[in-house]
């Protein structure tokens, strides 16, 4: 059996210097923004021995949205292997700094050419998966907001949007007789996906599972500021971290760059930090869980292709 490489190869590898090259100026901004000389010597007090747990949580993190993967392939009669679904589920995460990150329907590229499945059956648990999330992050930060006093009708208003959205997807009667009539099958088979990922059932499963997931790695902020020696609460740091995530998640630029590390440096501000104080965590929780996400990710995909090379499963 002849292999090849993905055809999807050049496009993303542009893709990623693309935003590499924009995560970089957004960072350098920030770096000049907190003042290089104040950020060395804020640098400087950080405690080393909470990275560790740190990127434990941001591993949990990720073990624990898999397990919600791994619902939803069952959800839709999708039977793979543990350790391929791992692989699957992890290389998405190396296109997480596309905008809305569109770029994680790779995992539906790789179950189509390995077990022969449509994208556009596997494609819905994307938009499943970002949904879910999205509503996972808006309860967490539903808590902070009591003591944090910020942000109520950002989060009101984004509640709005998902429970339209929700309700949309769930008038199948009236919807599937207007697919019906366009003959187009991928779509059909998309919708009838979408309806089976985000019923009650579902979303009873799903939701508990994004806050667990979220909030572990919520958590990662709050070390931040205590590893740097700030004396910030528990709450709000949750609430920071979370709403920051849903203003970059809404923003659907590359990985949420630039206004999620602007919401997080803001907030922080707010919470009376310097400037230097702030740019700091704000650099540090985003390396640990969304480069460190990424580093995990293209180490999966190399892993899943010659994985797959190895099996004759691409051809």
């Not at 230097?276 to 899943?304: D, E, H, K, N």
Request: charged share 10%; hydrophobic share 50%; net charge positive.
């Amino acid at each position: 059996m002849k292999t090849t490489n993905p055809i999807y190869q050049d496009n993303f590898q542009k893709k990623l210097i693309v935003s590499i090259g924009f995560a970089i100026v957004v960072y350098l901004t920030l770096s000049l923004w907190g003042n290089l000389g104040n950020l060395k010597t804020a640098l400087s007090n950080f405690n080393m021995y909470l990275l560790v747990p740190m990127l434990c949580l941001a591993t949990l993190n990720f073990l624990i949205r898999f397990a919600k993967w791994q619902y939803y392939l069952s959800s839709l009669d999708i039977r793979i292997k543990r350790f391929e679904s791992l692989l699957i589920f992890l290389s998405g995460f190396s296109l997480a700094i596309t905008p809305g990150k569109i770029g994680e329907i790779i995992r539906s590229y790789f179950i189509k050419i390995t077990h022969q499945v449509p994208v556009s059956k596997t494609a819905p648990i994307i938009f499943a998966d970002r949904l879910t999330d999205l509503i996972g992050l808006l309860v967490i930060s539903g808590i902070g907001v009591v003591s944090y006093k910020y942000g109520a009708y950002v989060i009101g208003g984004v509640g709005l949007v998902v429970i339209t959205m929700l309700f949309f997807v769930s008038q199948k009667t009236y919807l599937m007789k207007i697919l019906l009539k366009t003959k187009n099958s991928k779509l059909i088979n998309a919708y009838e996906s979408s309806c089976r990922l985000l019923n009650l059932k579902s979303l009873i499963v799903a939701i508990p599972l994004s806050v667990i997931a979220w909030f572990c790695e919520a958590i990662v902020l709050y070390l931040t500021y205590r590893a740097l020696g700030l004396q910030v609460g528990f709450q709000i740091a949750i609430f920071i971290y979370s709403f920051s995530m849903i203003i970059g998640a809404i923003s659907m630029l590359p990985g949420g760059l630039g206004l999620t590390e602007g919401s997080i440096a803001s907030l922080s501000i707010l919470a009376k930090m310097s400037k230097s104080q702030a740019a700091v965590a704000t650099l540090v929780v985003r390396v640990v869980t969304l480069w460190y996400a990424i580093i995990i990710g293209l180490v999966a995909m190399f892993l899943f292709q010659r994985y797959i090379l190895k099996n004759n499963n691409y051809q």
